[in-house]
């Protein structure tokens, strides 16, 4: 049986979603702190499994990974300070209750010298705690959520101006359904036992790219201005009201961006999955199309 944990969150409902088309629902569990959402309680009509599983409550893992072969272990959205240990205690869980395989989402580049905090702090680590767990696994390293760059789309439309760290840099981006559906291939099929693969689009991009996409896209001029990585944090906070303890964990990320960091391209989505991610153009035009 195949485990999907954080199974409300964006990445994990697209990986379910690929899942429902690739497997029996008999084969597919999912787990989330909150099993009583509208998305749990619809697969819970469709047969899929639900059940309980908070990363900050290990007493509630063991039930969560009983009878799984494979797990994908999706990492929180909480402070990088807490991060690790939650994804240490789905770890340890998983090689308790007997689990085969850990599947987990990393970041592109993780390694002791990243600038990004986020792989510094959790990702890394993690990684190393999987490669040392005597498990089978597949990491899979992703690029910057293309998603990221059309969360304030309205905004960028109305003042006709894409705001983002980079500069001239260019950065490796993917989209969060592609990702769905490769995580979930992986699942499903065998051949990805112990493999690191890096998931980017067959390209990168500067800000000027994306902003000259969207103008083409939307019909609409769009210009890129680059904010700086140390402004980024207030720049969240300041225009979009995110916590700011979440916009300081993202300065690091900023950084590793405007260095050139992430200017990494692999074919290593091709391989899981058989054809190449959306590259930005088309990211975009689906978006577009989606919001009616």
């Keep these: 049986m195949l485990l999907v944990t954080g199974a409300n969150g964006q990445l994990a409902g697209w990986v379910i979603r690929n899942l429902l088309d690739l497997t029996d629902t008999k084969n597919i569990a999912v787990c ?22 908070d990363f900050d409550r290990p007493e ?6 009983a009878g799984i072969d494979k797990v994908l272990i999706i990492p929180t959205y909480s ?12 770890l340890h869980a998983a090689k308790a209750a007997g689990v085969r395989h850990v599947v987990y989402p990393s970041f592109v580049n993780a390694n002791p010298k990243s600038l990004a905090d986020h792989s ?8 190393q705690a999987i490669l040392g767990s005597g498990l089978t696994y597949t990491i899979l390293r992703h ?47 065998s051949g990805h036992d112990n493999k690191i693969y890096t998931e980017t689009m067959t390209r990168t991009y500067t800000g000027a790219d994306i902003a000259g996409l969207m103008s083409e896209v939307f019909a609409t ?3 890129y201005e680059a904010v700086s990585a140390k402004d980024w944090a207030d720049f969240m906070t300041r225009e979009w009201g995110v916590p700011a303890e979440l916009s300081k964990s993202a300065i690091g990320t900023m950084r590793a961006v405007e260095t050139g960091e992430f200017d990494i391209v692999s074919n290593d989505y091709q391989t899981i999955v058989g054809e190449p991610p959306r590259d930005f153009r088309q990211f975009l035009v689906d978006f577009k199309a989606s919001r009616g």
């Design 32 to 53: 989330s702190r909150n099993t009583e959402t509208s998305f749990a309680q619809a697969l819970r009509g469709r047969g899929v499994d639900v059940r309980l599983g």
């Design 143 to 189: 690029a910057l959520y293309a998603d990221i760059t059309v969360s304030d789309i309205d905004e960028t439309l109305a003042k006709g101006v894409f705001r983002r760290p980079g500069g001239p840099a260019a950065c490796a981006y993917v989209a969060r359904e592609d990702l769905g559906r490769s995580a979930a291939t992986v699942l499903v099929k």
């Design 120 to 127: 510094l702090e959790v990702h890394y680590p993690t990684e």
């Design 221 to 223: 001029p769009v210009r």
């Design 79 to 90: 402070p990088n300070n807490l991060r690790l240990s939650q994804n240490l205690n789905a």
């Design 60 to 65: 509630t893992l063991p039930e969560a990974m």
